[in-house]
C-alpha cells in the first residue's frame, strides 16, 4: 500500500526549544490515522510542518509523494486541511467563502460543498463574525472537504461540535474511507479515535511513543479484573502474584488492574470456589494515560 505520508527524522525546533524530534512516521494509502498527544506534544507542530508553513530544522518528509521543502505549493493544492486555529474573512457569508474557495480550487459544481453544509448544519447566509466558534468550526469543515481531495489533515476537527454534529463528522469520515482516500487528524477525543482509526500514533514531548493499530493498542495493555468467591478470600496472595496491582477488597470480591500473569491469577482462583469473574480491557483514554502518566506540559501544541 503506497505511502501518503512519510517522514524520516523529522525535526523541527524553536530556538533552544523542542517542538518534533526524529519523527518516523508512515500513513499508507485510505487508512484513518489518529495522532495523539496532550497540548505541548508536538501535534500541530507535525501538522503545520506537513503542510510546509513550518520549515523542518531536519530529516524529511514526503505528502503525497512530494518533498514538503520544494513541493509545498503542490502539497497544499491537492490537500484538504483543517488548522487547529484558523480566521475567515468576517464580512463574508459561509456562501460566499465556499464560492471563493471553489474559485482557488476550480471546483465549478459546488454540490457536494452545500451537500455537506446542509449535513453538518452550518449557517452559509451570515458573516461569519456573527457565528459561534462551532458554526466557523462547520465551515471550517466543509472548506477542508469540498473538493474530495486525497488527502485530509485535520487538526482537532470536532473542536467545538456540539454531539449530533460530531456523530455526523464521524459518518463522512467513513464516507471518505470508503473512497479510498486517507485520512490523517490530531485528536483529543479518544472515544473518536477508537470509533475511527486504522491505527493511532501517540507522540510525547515531542517523539513518538508507539504507532499500533486501535486494537493492538487496547490488547497489549492491561486488563480490569474482578472476582468474585463464595466466601470472603485473603487478599495477600492475590496482591503478592507479579502483574496485579491496586488491588481492592470488598465483601467476598477482589478486583485489581492486571498488567501481566493471568494464567497465575486463575490457577491461584481455582484454589477457591469462584462464582463470578470480570475481565475488561481497558478504553483507549486509559491506555492514553499509561503513556503519559497523567502528566501534561505546556507550550506548542
Avoid: W
Amino acid at each position: 500500500m503506497n505511502a501518503v505520508i512519510e517522514t524520516r527524522s523529522l525535526t523541527k525546533r524553536y530556538g533552544r526549544s523542542r517542538g518534533v524530534e526524529d519523527l518516523d512516521l508512515t500513513v499508507r494509502q485510505g487508512e484513518v490515522f489518529g495522532f495523539l498527544g496532550p497540548n505541548g506534544a508536538g501535534k500541530t507542530t507535525t501538522i503545520r510542518t506537513l503542510m510546509g508553513f513550518l520549515r523542518p530544522t531536519g530529516g524529511s518528509a514526503r505528502v503525497l509523494g512530494m518533498d514538503i521543502r520544494r513541493e509545498s505549493v503542490q502539497i497544499r493544492s491537492l490537500v484538504g486541511n483543517l488548522p487547529g486555529e484558523f480566521a475567515l474573512e468576517d464580512r463574508m457569508t459561509g456562501e460566499g467563502l465556499l464560492k471563493f474557495f471553489g474559485r482557488l480550487r476550480g471546483v465549478k459544481d459546488l454540490g457536494y460543498a452545500h451537500e455537506l453544509a446542509e449535513r453538518f448544519g452550518a449557517e452559509l447566509h451570515r458573516p461569519m463574525r456573527r457565528l459561534s466558534r462551532g458554526n466557523k468550526q462547520k465551515i471550517g469543515l466543509v472548506q477542508a472537504m469540498f473538493h474530495r481531495p486525497p488527502l485530509l489533515i485535520l487538526d482537532e476537527p470536532t473542536g467545538g461540535l456540539d454531539p449530533l454534529v460530531q456523530e455526523e463528522f464521524l459518518e463522512i469520515i467513513g464516507e471518505v474511507q470508503d473512497e479510498g482516500r486517507t485520512v490523517f487528524f490530531s485528536s483529543h477525543n479518544l472515544a473518536e479515535v477508537e470509533r475511527l482509526c486504522d491505527r493511532v500514533g501517540i507522540i510525547r514531548d515531542g517523539r513518538l511513543a508507539a504507532v499500533e493499530t486501535t486494537d493492538t493498542l487496547l490488547n497489549k495493555s492491561f486488563r480490569h479484573v474482578k472476582l468474585t468467591f463464595d466466601k470472603t478470600p485473603d487478599p495477600e496472595p492475590f496482591q503478592a502474584l507479579p502483574g496485579v496491582k491496586d488491588l481492592k477488597a470488598e465483601g467476598t470480591s477482589l478486583s485489581f488492574t492486571l498488567y501481566e500473569n493471568l494464567d497465575g491469577v486463575v490457577k491461584l482462583a481455582a484454589r477457591h470456589r469462584l462464582v463470578g469473574m470480570e475481565y475488561e480491557r481497558p478504553s483507549l483514554e486509559e491506555v492514553f494515560l499509561t503513556y503519559y502518566g497523567h502528566h501534561e506540559n505546556g507550550g506548542e501544541q
